[in-house]
């Protein structure tokens, strides 16, 4: 837990790609392993990515699993996320849609994996209320238990690594999604 902590603290990965077309900068898959692979290699993790097709309900999902492992004790934690394949998409054949959603799934293992936030990416801006920004969107703060439960679960140096990384003068500044990764790296689930 704690070699991923330093990798969630030192991980930058910027969006230095352009949607030119939705007005947009985001960031990919590659670009999130690329920025990863030296922070892996410093932190003696192992990271593994693979991906299952599931049918849920008739439709096909692909489940991408990251893995990451202590290479020097075998220990390991685990991610997935699920990106559906669309039936048909224009100009693509059927090997580029579950291309497409593979990196999509792959992608959002990674962010959950690496506390990697993206709510500005292509999904955010490309729905259906495009026009809200996230401004205007209300953001719940983490509630008081989990408070007290970060300040237990961490001691002092990587509760001061979490805040830095958060960007956050006090617990009570986190966020609830924040706070909830950040509760989920240390208990390991």
């Known amino acids: 837990m704690e070699k991923l902590i330093n990798i969630q603290m030192e991980l930058k990965a910027p969006k230095n790609q352009r949607n030119n077309f939705g007005g947009y900068n ?11 692979k030296p922070l ?3 932190n003696k993790v192992c990271l593994h990515i693979k991906d299952d097709i599931v049918e849920v309900g008739g439709r096909n999902y692909v489940k991408a699993i990251v893995t990451i492992t202590d290479i020097e004790d075998g ?7 699920f990106a559906r394949e669309e039936e048909t998409k224009k100009g693509m054949d059927g090997s580029q849609i579950t291309g497409a ?3 999509y799934a792959r992608k959002y293992a990674l962010n959950g994996m690496f506390a990697i936030d993206d709510t500005k990416d292509s999904d955010f801006t490309n729905s259906e209320t495009k026009a809200e920004t996230k401004a205007e969107m209300p953001v719940k703060k983490a509630s008081a238990k989990q408070v007290e439960l970060i300040a237990q679960l961490y001691d002092e140096e990587n509760l001061s690594k979490l ?3 958060y960007k956050v003068d006090k617990l009570e500044d986190l966020t609830l999604s924040q706070a909830s990764q950040a509760i989920k ?3 390991g689930e």
Do not use: Q, V
């Open 26 to 36: 985001y960031r990919s898959c590659e670009d999130i392993l690329e920025a990863l």
């Open 185 to 187: 790296n240390k208990k």
């Open 163 to 165: 805040m830095s990384y």
């Open 75 to 81: 220990s390991g934690i685990t991610n997935t996320a």
């Open 40 to 42: 892996l290699a410093k």
């Open 101 to 103: 959603s593979s990196s």
